[in-house]
């Protein structure tokens, strides 16, 4: 039987991937520069893939080297955003310092002048005294007789205030509300009356369509709300656990947290709510949780 004849060519292997790649980039490339009109060349170089890359990786670092360089040796680092340099630092420091040499001899210089003046109207002896430092002196009995000034302003502070609005002293019932002067909510004429078996526990006032209704004592407001029966509602506390309360008013005045004065206008007469056939004010008083008859104090009409 006769033998196969053997192909005298050899087998072609195929390369790794990594070789074929390397092969790639040895590739040797030309690049030429051809006038456009007489088509002669002017320049060529031969260039591989691989040559590329590294010349690209070389201008890349020197140019990081070179901009570096700029910033690091050369002033421009200065306007960099948040850069602080030593000199910077240290001229910071130098005027913090002297700073606080100027102000230790401001004070110096004040209190100097201070004490200066005090030796000459003979209230300090400066024998052994440093007139550059306070100087303490102890207060005698006579120093503390009011003078003219200070007479002339006591009476005239005692005349000011000798019509204040001013509550009286704490109490634990109704009685303590008869030395108060209450201010009256509104002038008008009472149309009902307190009545504690009724249920009613205030007084309507009516008076002139928007007539100003003012807090009948100094207190702060604690409530400035809307409701259904009672429409626009203003509660005032006061001292001696004192609550006022404003009711069916057209406008409030004033808010929450408002500290409001004797006789300040705090709201509006108005006809809010369901519970009102016509412009009236039902103001109410409540000491220590308890109504109160506000006409057994305040006098409306």
Same mark, same amino acid.
């Given at each position: 039987?006769?033998?196969?004849?053997?192909?005298?060519?050899?087998?072609?292997?195929?390369?790794?991937?990594?070789?074929?790649?390397?092969?790639?980039?040895?590739?040797?490339?030309?690049?030429l520069?051809i006038n456009?009109?007489t088509?002669?060349?002017?320049?060529?170089?031969?260039?591989?893939?691989?040559n590329?890359?590294?010349l690209?990786?070389?201008?890349?670092?020197?140019?990081?080297?070179?901009?570096t360089?700029l910033?690091?040796?050369?002033p421009?680092?200065?306007?960099?955003? &948040?850069?602080?340099?030593?000199?910077?630092?240290?001229?910071?420091?130098r005027?913090?310092v002297l700073?606080?040499?100027l102000?230790?001899?401001?004070r110096?210089?004040?209190?100097?002048?201070?004490n200066l003046?005090?030796?000459?109207?003979g209230?300090?002896h400066a024998?052994?005294?440093?007139?550059?430092?306070?100087?303490v002196?102890?207060? &005698?009995?006579e120093?503390?007789?009011p &003078?003219?000034?200070?007479?002339?302003?006591?009476?005239?502070?005692?005349?000011?205030?000798?019509?204040?609005?001013?509550?009286?002293?704490?109490g634990?019932?109704?009685?303590?509300?008869a030395g108060?002067?209450?201010?009256?909510p509104?002038r $008008?004429?009472?149309?009902?009356?307190?009545?504690r078996?009724q249920?009613?526990?205030?007084?309507?006032?009516?008076?002139?369509?928007?007539?100003?209704?003012?807090?009948?004592?100094? &207190?702060?407001?604690i409530?400035?709300?809307?409701?259904?029966?009672? $429409?626009?509602?203003?509660?005032?506390q006061?001292r001696?656990?004192l609550?006022s309360?404003?009711?069916?008013?057209?406008v409030?005045?004033?808010?929450? $947290?408002?500290?409001?004065?004797?006789?300040?206008a705090?709201?509006?007469?108005g006809n809010?709510g369901?519970?009102?056939?016509g412009?009236h004010?039902?103001?109410?008083?409540?000491?220590? $949780?308890?109504?109160?008859?506000?006409?057994r104090?305040?006098?409306?009409?």
């Amino acid at each position: 039987m006769a033998e196969s004849a053997k192909d005298p060519r050899p087998v072609a292997r195929p390369r790794p991937r990594a070789r074929r790649l390397l092969g790639k980039l040895k590739n040797k490339y030309r690049l030429l520069l051809i006038n456009d009109r007489t088509f002669e060349e002017r320049f060529s170089i031969r260039l591989t893939r691989l040559n590329v890359l590294l010349l690209t990786l070389v201008a890349f670092t020197l140019h990081g080297l070179f901009v570096t360089a700029l910033i690091v040796f050369t002033p421009l680092k200065r306007y960099i955003p &948040g850069y602080s340099d030593q000199e910077t630092k240290r001229n910071a420091y130098r005027s913090t310092v002297l700073a606080d040499s100027l102000e230790l001899r401001v004070r110096e210089q004040d209190a100097y002048l201070m004490n200066l003046q005090r030796v000459l109207r003979g209230e300090l002896h400066a024998d052994s005294a440093n007139l550059f430092a306070p100087l303490v002196a102890t207060p &005698g009995p006579e120093d503390l007789v009011p &003078g003219d000034a200070d007479s002339a302003l006591r009476a005239r502070m005692a005349r000011e205030q000798a019509y204040d609005l001013v509550e009286g002293a704490n109490g634990s019932g109704p009685r303590d509300l008869a030395g108060l002067v209450l201010f009256p909510p509104l002038r $008008g004429i009472v149309t009902t009356t307190f009545d504690r078996a009724q249920g009613h526990f205030g007084m309507d006032i009516v008076a002139k369509a928007d007539a100003a209704v003012k807090a009948c004592l100094e &207190g702060t407001v604690i409530e400035a709300s809307w409701t259904t029966d009672a $429409g626009h509602v203003l509660h005032i506390q006061h001292r001696n656990d004192l609550v006022s309360i404003y009711k069916h008013n057209s406008v409030l005045l004033r808010k929450v $947290g408002d500290k409001v004065r004797a006789g300040e206008a705090v709201a509006i007469v108005g006809n809010s709510g369901e519970l009102t056939t016509g412009p009236h004010l039902h103001f109410e008083l409540w000491l220590k $949780g308890d109504p109160v008859d506000p006409q057994r104090y305040i006098v409306f009409e």
